[in-house]
């Protein structure tokens, strides 16, 4: 009887684990660092309204190049779409972008997912970030 | 080919503008600098760029393809106002236009005309500070519900009314104030455009680029909205803007579609 009741419950545990890992595995697995987040389909660079200094020399030619350079697209975090609101399309990157310091990148994943890290300070930097 | 405009030759030019049937389009603004809601004093957010750095810095920008006028360019047959006193919005356009570019949104051609309203619907000039305070509110229409030329709104689809609100130029500074010139440097050194006036020429236009000129002075570019062959390089007193200057940094974002 306690064998079979043993039995039961490891087959119980192992149910339990193994759901849990079908259904949060891949989303653990995507937080760690270095793992496979899916294809990156879509980057922004998200940065602050008003200047108060003039760019840098190499800051001016990485956010005047990102679009078309390296098809990343540049918001600032006051853009509003329609209707004087974020967009649907425009919202998980403000989401994203929000608590860092701007400017900030934030990749849009094949996943689903949005991450945000800090803004490469240069053209090269930012080709080398997005693999072009 | 080229228009060059100096203080030498500017009159010249404005004679032509005349004879090719081009009435004053810009009118001097009406509001105190800073005074517009929507466009903040640049000047007193940027510190400008002082002018013993401003030839290193404008050949620099150039060699890095900084200028707007260097990643986008105006159409000069569909943002050709053809005679119709409408530089004021066609500039604005351009600007609007621009800067969508710059953020890495879909090109969409902007109706000038979708403006018209500023104007009561007919063929006149207008303040660009107007101009842009009604553009910040409701928008500019694609050429997809307002054709080109077409300033009577019955000659519009009323779809119009939706489709600008994709296109609203929201964020704005005001270049004017103690020195024009410095500020409307450094704003194109940073890759953004101006939206000017010119009293002398009664025309409004967006500069897009500077260079620095074989004789050493330095110009500015416009890609006007006279048609085609006739963009500008303005230099000397002729290239500050005198009626008014604005630089666009935001639009409203939207992927929108090819009109």
Redesign the interface.
């Known amino acids: 009887m306690e064998t079979i009741r043993r039995y039961a419950l490891c087959v119980a545990i192992g149910l339990i684990l193994g759901g849990a890992a079908v259904e949060y595995g891949p989303m653990a697995l995507r937080l760690l660092p270095g793992s496979d987040w899916g294809t990156p389909v879509d980057a ?1 660079i998200v940065y602050e ?7 840098t ?1 190499e800051f ?2 990485m ?6 350079d390296c ?6 975090k ?6 004087k609101q ?2 649907a ?2 919202q998980p990157y403000l989401d994203a972008a929000k608590g860092h310091d701007l400017p900030v990148l934030v990749s849009h994943w094949a996943s689903g997912l949005y991450s945000a890290k800090p803004c490469p300070e240069t053209l090269e930097g930012l080709k080398a970030e997005v693999g072009k | 080919m080229s228009i060059h405009i100096t203080d030498s030759n500017f009159r010249e030019v404005v004679q032509r503008s005349q004879e090719a049937g081009f009435t004053v389009g810009a009118l001097p603004r009406r509001s105190k600098v800073g005074g517009l809601a929507c466009a903040p004093v640049f000047a007193e957010r940027v510190p400008l760029l002082p002018e013993s750095q401003w030839k290193s810095r404008i050949r620099e920008a150039e060699a890095d393809g900084v200028y707007i006028g260097q990643r986008w360019q105006s159409d000069p047959n569909a943002d050709y106002q053809n005679g119709f006193g409408y530089c004021w919005a066609y500039s604005l356009s351009q600007a609007t236009m621009a800067c969508r570019a710059a953020m890495g949104q879909p090109f969409v051609q902007l109706s000038p005309e979708s403006l018209a309203e500023c104007v009561g619907y007919r063929n006149r000039g207008y303040y660009l500070d107007d101009a842009l305070a009604y553009a910040s509110q409701h928008g500019i229409a694609s050429r997809l519900f307002v054709p080109q030329h077409k300033i009577s709104k019955a000659q519009w689809s009323q779809q119009y009314l939706d489709d600008r609100k994709n296109y609203i130029p929201t964020e704005w500074y005001d270049l004017d104030g103690k020195d024009v010139w410095a500020a409307t440097v450094t704003a194109l050194i940073m890759g953004f455009g101006c939206y000017v006036g010119y009293d002398w020429w009664g025309h409004a236009v967006w500069l897009d680029r500077l260079r620095i000129g074989s004789n050493g002075k330095i110009e500015v570019h416009t890609p006007n909205s006279h048609g085609p062959g006739n963009d500008a390089w303005i230099s000397g007193s002729r290239a500050i803007p005198s009626m008014g200057s604005f630089v666009l940094r935001n639009v409203t974002f939207s992927t929108g579609g090819r009109a």
């Open positions: 922004m309204s008003g200047f108060d200094t003039v760019p020399r001016t030619k956010i005047t190049h990102a679009p078309r098809g990343v697209r540049v918001i600032d006051d853009t509003l779409g329609k209707g974020p967009s399309e425009l």
